[in-house]
């Protein structure tokens, strides 16, 4: 049982990595091209601009503390989310995985609600890919017909997840707070553990082999290639159409529409109850559900990310009102910036040591969700505990949590201080 959690684990920090990748790419292309980032600074700098000028002046939707608006703002709430974003950034970059599982907790340890946390973000994901992605050569042969069916798939599934948020949240606030909360528990408990054991496992191997260290994300490696499962072997010997050909470059293979369909709904409504792009799911779905190949399914996965993400978070989040425009802007600021940071340093530091580093960062956001519970169980009424206590709890979560996430930010600005001039001697 064990080894099979462990392939588990092991397929979604790859799918992490290639969403990480995508990441990285998306924002040097919008980094690079002056007018994307002057548009970039400007959508996210003009609602406070705004705010700050005529905020006794504005109607309530636009203003009002019970409307979350572009310009329901405040200086501190989009430094706070510039801060958060560029945290993020500098995981995703550093690390090449995870850095999406900060920004929903972190949301909502500042006090945001589940559900807005959840649009936000996912618009912040969205915003970054219209502005920045071309689909890159690199990213490997696209199966358009694979991209159709699990985009359709998705979009379904996104349309269920985002339904059941928003009638929870109508139903109780608090009792949607509760749920996202509980799906985030159970998330990074997994994730954290498992990283934990492969840190454990790693540094063993490296004191063994005097010295030796582990690849990171950034470093010119190649996502892992893997054979066809026996699972998917079953699955593509199902004869159900209509039938999609692909791989052609393998010999081809075939596999039902039916089940690429359901791959995508199940992606699809964890994108819009989570709040994340989903990228983490897509590796083992295809390789080790469908029998895709590792070369196919990089470039189908990115079609998915951007399509789910943006009519998720317009269709399912913005049109009700539960998307923070300024803090998503804010996010996709403070992200542009900590990715290609985050990236740089992986040249001069030990994989080791960012694996260490991921492991605690991942743990860090599951005890601070862990430490909420209590708040958000008391609040949906399902347990009675003292208030003092939870609040208690809350608060050390959220120290935990924000403390080991600056105390990382810090080492990776300070190695790129430090290391300035090797960074310029080996940029590409």
Same mark, same amino acid.
């Given at each position: 049982?064990?080894?099979?959690?462990?392939?588990?684990?092991?397929?979604?920090?790859?799918?992490?990595?290639?969403?990480?990748?995508?990441?990285?790419?998306?924002?040097?292309?919008?980094?690079?091209?002056?007018?994307?980032?002057?548009?970039? @600074?400007?959508?996210?700098?003009?609602?406070?601009?705004?705010?700050?000028?005529?905020?006794?002046?504005?109607?309530?939707?636009?203003?009002?503390?019970?409307?979350?608006?572009?310009?329901?703002?405040?200086?501190?709430?989009?430094?706070?989310?510039?801060?958060?974003?560029?945290?993020?950034? @500098?995981?995703t970059g550093c690390i090449g995985a995870g850095?999406g599982f900060v920004i929903t907790p972190a949301?909502?340890?500042?006090?945001?609600?589940?559900?807005?946390?959840?649009?936000?973000?996912?618009?912040?994901?969205?915003?970054?890919?219209?502005?920045?992605?071309?689909?890159?050569?690199?990213?490997?042969?696209?199966?358009?017909?694979?991209?159709?069916?699990? +985009?359709?798939?998705?979009?379904?599934?996104?349309?269920?997840?985002?339904?059941?948020?928003?009638?929870?949240?109508?139903?109780?606030?608090?009792?949607?707070?509760?749920?996202?909360?509980?799906?985030?528990?159970?998330?990074?408990?997994?994730?954290?553990?498992?990283?934990? +054991?492969?840190?454990?496992?790693?540094?063993?191997? +490296?004191?063994?082999?005097?010295?030796?260290?582990?690849?990171?994300?950034?470093?010119?490696?190649?996502?892992?290639?893997?054979?066809?499962?026996?699972?998917?072997?079953?699955?593509?010997?199902?004869?159900?159409?209509?039938?999609?050909?692909?791989?052609?470059?393998?010999?081809?293979?075939?596999?039902?529409?039916?089940?690429?369909?359901?791959?995508?709904?199940?992606?699809?409504?964890?994108?819009?109850?989570m709040g994340v792009g989903g990228g983490f799911?897509?590796?083992?779905?295809?390789?080790?559900?469908?029998?895709?190949?590792?070369?196919?399914?990089?470039?189908?996965?990115?079609?998915?990310?951007?399509?789910?993400?943006?009519?998720?978070?317009?269709?399912?989040?913005?049109?009700?009102?539960?998307?923070?425009?300024?803090?998503?802007?804010?996010?996709?600021?403070?992200?542009?910036?900590?990715?290609?940071?985050?990236?740089?340093?992986?040249?001069?530091?030990?994989?080791?040591?960012?694996?260490?580093?991921?492991?605690?960062?991942?743990?860090?956001?599951?005890?601070?969700?862990?430490?909420?519970?209590?708040?958000?169980?008391?609040?949906?009424?399902?347990?009675?505990?003292?208030?003092?206590?939870?609040?208690?709890?809350?608060?050390?979560?959220?120290? +935990?949590?924000?403390?080991?996430?600056?105390?990382?930010?810090?080492?990776?600005?300070?190695?790129?201080?430090?290391?300035?001039?090797?960074?310029?001697?080996?940029?590409?």
């Open positions: 049982m064990f080894r099979r959690f462990r392939q588990i684990y092991d397929s979604m920090i790859v799918s992490s990595q290639l969403y990480a990748r995508w990441e990285y790419e998306t924002s040097m292309e919008i980094i690079k091209d002056r007018r994307r980032f002057a548009a970039v @600074l400007f959508i996210t700098l003009l609602p406070m601009a705004i705010y700050t000028v005529a905020a006794t002046e504005l109607p309530e939707i636009l203003g009002g503390k019970h409307a979350y608006a572009p310009v329901h703002s405040t200086n501190e709430m989009l430094f706070t989310s510039i801060l958060i974003g560029l945290i993020a950034g @500098l995981i850095g949301l909502m340890s500042i006090g945001v609600r589940g559900i807005l946390a959840v649009g936000t973000d996912q618009f912040h994901i969205f915003a970054k890919s219209i502005v920045g992605t071309t689909v890159h050569k690199k990213l490997g042969n696209i199966s358009i017909a694979l991209a159709v069916v699990f +985009v359709v798939g998705s979009i379904i599934g996104a349309t269920l997840g985002g339904v059941v948020n928003r009638a929870i949240f109508y139903a109780n606030p608090n009792l949607s707070d509760l749920f996202i909360n509980v799906i985030y528990v159970l998330l990074l408990g997994f994730l954290g553990i498992f990283a934990l +054991v492969d840190y454990v496992k790693l540094k063993k191997r +490296v004191a063994t082999f005097d010295g030796g260290d582990v690849q990171t994300a950034f470093d010119g490696g190649e996502i892992q290639t893997v054979g066809m499962t026996k699972i998917a072997t079953k699955v593509q010997s199902i004869n159900l159409p209509p039938m999609i050909t692909f791989d052609e470059e393998f010999g081809g293979r075939r596999v039902s529409a039916w089940f690429v369909l359901v791959c995508g709904f199940v992606v699809g409504v964890l994108c819009a109850i799911l897509i590796f083992p779905m295809y390789v080790y559900l469908l029998g895709v190949s590792s070369f196919t399914t990089v470039g189908t996965s990115i079609l998915q990310i951007i399509f789910t993400t943006g009519y998720s978070s317009i269709v399912q989040y913005a049109i009700y009102g539960f998307v923070f425009y300024t803090l998503a802007m804010g996010l996709l600021l403070g992200s542009l910036l900590g990715i290609q940071i985050g990236a740089l340093v992986t040249k001069v530091v030990k994989g080791l040591h960012i694996r260490g580093f991921y492991a605690t960062t991942i743990l860090a956001g599951f005890i601070n969700r862990l430490f909420a519970l209590p708040s958000k169980l008391s609040a949906a009424g399902w347990i009675t505990i003292d208030k003092g206590i939870s609040e208690a709890l809350s608060f050390l979560g959220l120290v +935990v949590f924000f403390g080991i996430l600056i105390v990382f930010a810090v080492w990776i600005l300070w190695k790129f201080a430090t290391n300035i001039d090797a960074l310029r001697g080996c940029k590409s």
